[in-house]
């Protein structure tokens, strides 16, 4: 028969509640101040349910009605330095952070409130009205707000999308030797998925201080947490990760003040991340004024006894018990709160002059002007402004035949020398003697705390990248081993990282997102079908990217340095063929950057413009000197919309009136397929027939040599390609 042991968790998981003598011996500052904000959220609350059921917000209205004091409860521990983040429903969580921000010492309703709490009431509904004066300018409506001064570093709407991010603040936290914590709100759907767990481990592997605050408020839309996990005690997930866990009453503010009290002491004592579970309930909808119930997936008695334990009145009865505040004393708050909201109201809103009576408008001075809509997707390069810029053209160092891999590792470990806000991370990058190729060789050796070899979680460690980039203390590189791990970490990459700097307002001071992603294609290696893609097609088509593709060391240096200055996200490709190829660069100068938007013309020419990048550009020069062929070679080095060096292209194709894109992947993912297009709408003028491309078959490469050489192109096709287009 076999022995069995029972084990145990290593860490520990506590329920905490509040007694009679917490509430008797609690700070009576504090019980009001936490009853003033729950009272400001619940009024502003229902004041945006009002507004939707007018037609006034559009978009959702999330309402967070019931849930409050949880957040409130766990914000009171928190000091300005401290970061939030919260989900779709975060209403609340930003309001709390916010309002504790411009009220440090607590605000009490029988006084008249401070202009910065009224300032956070105005913005905040601005926002979520998609006005002008919002936080984010109207961009971010209910479920994007964001206030980087006040630690409230975005409410997100893909559930659990923010909970990577959040890791990264707390990186940059530690790594600035502060001792402020991050605190990720997310609710009972998101403890399932991916990036949350990913993210779990990576914190208590790194031991960072982040708070992973779960609001189990029972449902996702209309589906039960009994229906969606086996185990709806939400807080067990830590112990899987060796994280010290808390379970709450979240509609007792007072115990979660205490518990979260605990975690944050935990963090700030650098013994790593904490789990708080709060139970709570949301009294309406998913979206709207009208309770679950009116949709047949709640009760009415259920209803009624979550009622009957309204934060809001528990706080209310415990004020009045201890003498604190009167029943008239609340009910003049409440008044106080809502002539507030109502004043506010009045400064955005006007009465409809082509409506039916009492029907209000927004005021028209109040939307965003239509020619802000694409301000901010992605800056204006103005930190540019001093920086060395040169080309080849007027480099004024030694030049000498280097190889591709040894300048990728010294550019890097000069740039970690010299500043020291620059941090690699990425899987195995501290490890084999500077990774799987050798781009990170010794950097780990030269700075230990700043080479971060992660666990096997793209989502993770992407987001956490993101993270430090929002926080903008220090510059993350990231690497993705191959490319076609984007596809794992879509969400940070796109919806994240790609759309932080617009989606929160765009213009604003400190609105950047600095990270640099680097990875590989890996054509023709043997790597097969999951680790080959060339992802320069599918990056055109996220605007946000900037996307660099160097082929030559000396290209290499000057733009990897470009990435590491932009405010952007660049992400920067590397094709493993030119890994080992020898050619033109520096020898003891690697502190120049290339102009942001310029191509390269690898040879003049003038019957034909061959446009290409990366390793295809040796493939093209092969190709036209094969053939003895009049043709110009223009290496784009930069891909995206917004950097394309359209004055090159556009000079070289009125000097042939011919165009062939040369490009070495499969034609689903392509980038010549984006790239024809924009040729042939800007210069269909001068076109003598339709743009010509070069490209792979259907599918994506495989491992035998003799299919992956059928499902790549190389020299052999640029020159059939270039046969065919020019035999007229």
């Not at 917490?22 to 619940?42: C, E, K, V």
């Not at 307002?505 to 054509?523: F, H, T």
């Amino acid at each position: 028969m076999p022995t069995h042991r029972k084990l145990a968790p290593t860490s520990p998981w506590t329920e905490v509640s509040a007694a009679k003598k917490d509430w008797h011996g609690a700070d009576p500052g504090l019980l009001t101040s936490m009853f003033a904000q729950i009272l400001l959220i619940r009024t502003f609350e229902e004041y945006v349910l009002d507004l939707a059921g007018q037609g006034l917000v559009h978009g959702p209205a999330h309402s967070s009605i019931g849930q409050e004091g949880g957040a409130v409860g766990s914000v009171s521990p928190l000091t300005g330095a401290d970061f939030v983040g919260g989900s779709h429903r975060g209403h609340h969580q930003f309001l709390a952070k916010a309002l504790a921000y411009v009220a440090p010492g607590g605000i009490d309703l029988r006084q008249p409130v401070d202009a910065g709490v009224r300032t956070v009431l105005l913005r905040s509904l601005a926002e979520i009205c998609g006005l002008a004066r919002g936080f984010c300018r109207g961009r971010g409506g209910s479920m994007h707000l964001q206030w980087r001064a006040a630690g409230a570093m975005g409410t997100n709407a893909i559930v659990g999308g923010g909970v990577p991010q959040a890791a990264g603040f707390a990186w940059s936290a530690r790594q600035a030797g502060t001792d402020a914590v991050s605190v990720s709100y997310f609710g009972d759907g998101a403890v399932n998925i991916g990036s949350v767990l990913e993210t779990m481990n990576l914190a208590a592997a790194w031991r960072l201080p982040v708070c992973f605050f779960i609001e189990n408020n029972k449902y996702a839309v209309s589906t039960h947490v009994d229906e969606a996990t086996a185990e709806p005690r939400l807080s067990a997930r830590g112990l899987g990760f060796n994280i010290p866990s808390w379970r709450v009453d979240g509609m007792d503010p007072l115990a979660v003040h205490l518990a979260m009290s605990e975690a944050v002491d935990h963090m700030r004592a650098g013994r790593g991340p904490t789990i708080v579970e709060a139970e709570v309930y949301r009294y309406f909808h998913q979206n709207g004024p009208f309770p679950g119930s009116a949709f047949g997936y709640r009760t009415k008695d259920e209803e009624r006894e979550w009622r009957a334990r309204d934060p809001l009145a528990l706080l209310s009865r415990q004020l009045v018990e201890r003498g604190i505040l009167t029943a008239e004393a609340i009910e003049e708050c409440t008044a106080r709160a809502k002539a507030l909201l109502a004043s506010v109201g009045d400064e955005l809103l006007e009465p409809d002059p082509e409506g039916k009576p009492g029907t209000r408008r927004i005021k028209p001075a109040e939307w965003p002007d239509p020619s802000f809509r694409d301000v901010g997707v992605r800056g204006d390069l103005s930190e540019f402004e001093g920086v060395r810029l040169v080309d080849g053209d007027t480099f004024e160092g030694r030049l000498e035949q280097r190889k591709f891999i040894d300048v990728v590792a010294e550019v890097m470990a000069r740039r970690m020398a010299e500043d020291e806000s620059v941090v690699v991370m990425g899987e195995d990058v501290h490890r084999l003697k500077g990774g799987t190729n050798g781009a990170t060789k010794g950097l780990a050796e030269a700075h230990p705390d700043r080479v971060l070899g992660t666990p096997i979680s793209e989502n993770a460690f992407a987001g956490l990248g993101g993270g430090i980039a929002l926080d903008g203390r220090y510059k993350p590189v990231v690497e993705f081993m191959y490319a076609d791990f984007m596809w794992v970490a879509a969400d940070q990459i796109f919806n994240q990282i790609g759309k932080a700097r617009h989606m929160f307002g765009g213009d604003g001071q400190g609105s950047g997102v600095p990270l640099v992603l680097r990875s590989k294609v890996a054509m023709g290696t043997g790597y097969g079908s999951q680790h080959s893609m060339d992802p320069a097609g599918v990056f055109a088509t996220a605007p946000r990217w900037r996307i660099v593709a160097p082929s030559t060391p000396f290209d290499y240096v000057g733009l990897m340095n470009t990435a590491l200055t932009c405010k952007d996200p660049v992400v920067v490709l590397e094709h493993t063929d030119l890994y080992g190829s020898v050619g033109p660069g520096p020898v003891d100068d690697l502190d120049y950057c290339l102009p942001v938007g310029r191509a390269a013309v690898r040879r003049t020419g003038s019957r034909i413009t061959v446009v290409t990048y990366l390793a295809m550009t040796g493939h093209v020069l092969d190709a036209v000197e094969q053939l003895g062929l009049d043709a110009e070679v223009i290496d784009l080095r930069w891909l995206d919309r917004a950097s394309l060096d359209w004055d090159t292209v556009g000079a070289s194709i009125r000097k042939t009136n011919n165009v062939l894109i040369a490009e070495q992947g499969p034609v689903g993912t392509s980038y010549g397929g984006w790239l024809s297009d924009e040729i042939q709408r800007r210069f269909f003028d001068h076109l003598d027939q339709p743009v010509q491309r070069v490209h792979a078959g259907e599918s994506s490469p495989s491992i035998s040599k003799v299919l992956e050489r059928a499902a790549i192109a190389r020299t052999e096709e640029v020159v059939a390609a270039l046969q065919r287009v020019t035999e007229n």
